[in-house]
């Protein structure tokens, strides 16, 4: 090819190109055109619509204005129940809590009530047991008072019959037969054989059965006395004893 052909083709093409560009640029801006007439007829549309409802709440203001203290009367109202919900949620809440406090405050109590229950069963058992005790020593307390008693008239009649039976002249002596009488007391002198001998135990044991004890001298004159008459016995005793080399 030729340099002037191609020189001429290069201009040619860059023509083209321009043409092209300038085509899609009209055709681009048309576009652009239309939307930003679209847009603006949206705003007329959206302004209008703003202003008739800005004309429609002035004519229902200048129709009824009492609908709109209503309408604020409401608004008020409803805030003041939104702080009184609120309020009776904090005491809501804290109404649980104590709910659960005095629920685990009942729960102890129960437990002490059956812990107390427990130990009323226990004191009512061990009280019975203690009445049947009671009854087991009354009953001793009855029988021992009727031996008391027996005993008693038989200490009578005993006394009777040793101090009072068989004297001739009918009168009950100061001593039972067989003592001797040596101011104060009465005494029984025992001269036993050696064979029959007791312990210082033994005897004491023997004159107590006999409601008596081994004889201890108050006085000189008592002490004469209880010699005189146990001269010539195989000895005896009396209230006194030695003991690691003391009298008791």
């Not at 023509?15 to 085509?23: D, G, N, Q, V, Y």
């Not at 069963?121 to 203690?130: P, V």
């Not at 104060?184 to 008596?212: F, H, L, M, V």
């Not at 108050?218 to 010539?232: F, P, Q, V």
């Amino acid at each position: 090819m030729a340099e002037g052909e191609e020189e001429v083709n290069y201009a040619s093409w860059w023509s083209h190109a321009f043409w092209t560009f300038l085509i899609q640029y009209s055709a681009g801006r048309r576009r652009f055109q239309h939307l930003a007439c679209c847009l603006g007829i949206l705003c007329v549309i959206l302004l209008g619509g703003i202003i008739g409802v800005c004309v429609y709440l002035t004519l229902i203001h200048e129709s009824d204005p009492n609908r709109f203290k209503e309408n604020s009367s409401l608004r008020a109202t409803n805030t003041k129940l939104s702080l009184e919900n609120a309020n009776l949620t904090r005491d809501n809440k804290y109404l649980t809590h104590q709910l659960g406090n005095l629920t685990q405050a009942y729960n102890v109590s129960e437990r002490n009530v059956k812990d107390l229950s427990a130990g009323v069963q226990e004191l009512t058992t061990k009280n019975q047991e203690l009445e049947t005790e009671k009854k087991n020593l009354t009953q001793k307390i009855q029988n021992l008072t009727t031996n008391w008693n027996e005993l008693s008239i038989s200490r009578a009649q005993w006394s009777i019959d040793s101090y009072c039976l068989g004297n001739a002249d009918k009168k009950c002596k100061p001593c039972q037969r067989g003592w001797l009488l040596s101011q104060p007391s009465c005494y029984a002198y025992i001269n036993a054989q050696p064979a029959n001998q007791k312990t210082w135990e033994e005897a004491q044991g023997d004159c107590r059965g006999k409601n008596s004890d081994l004889a201890v001298a108050h006085d000189s004159e008592e002490k004469e006395a209880i010699n005189e008459n146990g001269l010539g016995s195989n000895g005896f005793w009396i209230g006194l004893r030695v003991e690691d080399g003391k009298w008791k």
